[in-house]
T-cell receptor, first 112, second 114 residues
Framework: DQQVKQNSPSLSVQEGRISILNCDYT??????FLWYKKYPAEGPTFLIS?????DKNEDGRFTVFLNKSAKHLSLHIVPSQPGDSAVYFC???????????FGQGTRLTINP | NAGVTQTPKFQVLKTGQSMTLQCAQD?????MSWYRQDPGMGLRLIHY?????ITDQGEVPNGYNVSRSTTEDFPLRLLSAAPSQTSVYFC?????WGVGSPLHFGNGTRLTVT
């Protein structure tokens, strides 16, 4: 059973506009959420995270929103740039489990 | 600073062969882990280690062995390769487990089993 789901395999956005990537989870025990970005032939790199005690975290052009009641998080990228074209994975964990559970990934393409 | 180094980058095996995927990190990280990435499945945890001498199973451990004799190295052994093990394998490490310690990934090993 997929505990972390990214239901959109791909997303295409025009340069300069907002990109919104979504992620849903089923395990209410998750208390820490992360987004990773992956370019072809490279490993994923950490982008931004959020603890369950918060509902928003910002880092420059990247903002993550957490809606615990809906078990939903989203990543907003504003403004989108061509270098943002990559696969984005959301991931979740619980402190005690020492395991990170990943979604399937969403391929973001930024069009000039 | 090399970070997390995985070797080899590519490998082709025949069914039944065994091999070891190497992973080394030079950041003195306590936590290390192995993931496999398959289309439509995201990354799935195979095994992990919270320190030298300590390992545990992840989500998909069958067919794989690990050991952690040093802080730096965390090799993944395929005992008898099967076509279902065709995948891209990523090793990752972090200073410790928990909030504020995101994983640092290597660049992966692409394995094909025929």
């Amino acid at each position: 059973d997929q505990q972390v789901k990214q239901n959109s395999p791909s997303l295409s956005v025009q340069e300069g506009r907002i990109s919104i990537l979504n992620c849903d989870y089923t395990n209410s025990m998750f208390d820490y959420f992360l987004w990773y970005k992956k370019y072809p032939a490279e490993g994923p790199t950490f982008l931004i995270s959020i603890s369950s005690i918060k509902d928003k975290n910002e880092d420059g052009r990247f903002t993550v929103f957490l809606n615990k009641s809906a078990k939903h998080l989203s990543l907003h990228i504003v403004p989108s740039q061509p270098g943002d074209s990559a696969v984005y994975f959301c991931a979740a964990s619980t402190q005690g489990a020492q395991k990170l559970v990943f979604g399937q990934g969403t391929r973001l393409t930024i069009n000039p | 600073n090399a970070g997390v180094t995985q070797t080899p980058k590519f490998q082709v095996l025949k069914t039944g062969q065994s091999m070891t995927l190497q992973c080394a990190q030079d950041m003195n990280h306590e936590y290390m882990s192995w993931y496999r990435q398959d289309p439509g499945m995201g990354l799935r945890l195979i095994h992990y280690s919270v320190g030298a001498g300590i390992t545990d199973q992840g989500e998909v451990p069958n067919g794989y062995n690990v050991s952690r004799s040093t802080t730096e190295d965390f090799p993944l052994r395929l005992l008898s390769a099967a076509p279902s093990q065709t995948s891209v394998y990523f090793c990752a490490s972090s200073p410790s487990w928990g909030v504020g310690s995101p994983l640092h990934f290597g660049n992966g090993t692409r394995l094909t089993v025929t």
